[in-house]
């Protein structure tokens, strides 16, 4: 059975940290791009940080840019997402979702990836 499936989300305060993890299970990370998106109520979901299979090439959203950083572990078959320096506005269910690119850039479009998580929710609230 094909899976991704995250967790790391929680509450935390303004300006703190938190670590998201996306395992997967039933198919291999090797040839997959990853792709962390989020979405709050009511608005669209929105690409926030992409990891490439090729070299590892990673790409941000200016929103997120310096604050978060993307990573992947082949043998562990997970890929990592760190948020540091957290503001309200980062709050949102992230999703994790894989896309079969074993040698182009991953795509910023969601419609694209095959495979998603469930989700997991980020609160950033004092």
């Known amino acids: 059975q094909v899976q991704l499936v995250e967790s790391g989300g929680g509450l935390v305060q303004p300006g703190g940290s938190l670590r998201l993890s996306c395992a997967a299970s039933?198919?291999?990370?090797?040839?997959?791009?990853i792709g962390w998106f989020r979405q709050v109520p009511g608005k669209e979901r929105e690409g926030v940080s992409y990891?490439?299979?090729?070299?590892?090439?990673?790409y941000y959203a200016d929103s997120v840019k310096g604050r978060f950083t993307i990573s992947r572990d082949n043998a562990k078959n997970t890929v990592y997402l760190q948020m540091n320096s957290l503001k309200p506005e980062d709050t949102a269910v992230y999703y994790c979702?894989?896309?079969?690119?074993?040698?182009?850039?991953?795509?910023?479009?969601?419609?694209?990836?095959?495979?998603w998580g469930q989700g997991t929710q980020v609160t950033v609230s004092s």
């Open positions: 979702a894989a896309e079969f690119s074993p040698w182009g850039p991953p795509s910023p479009w969601a419609r694209n990836y095959d495979y």
């Open positions: 039933g198919f291999t990370l090797d040839y997959y791009a």
């Open positions: 990891i490439s299979t090729s070299d590892g090439s990673t």
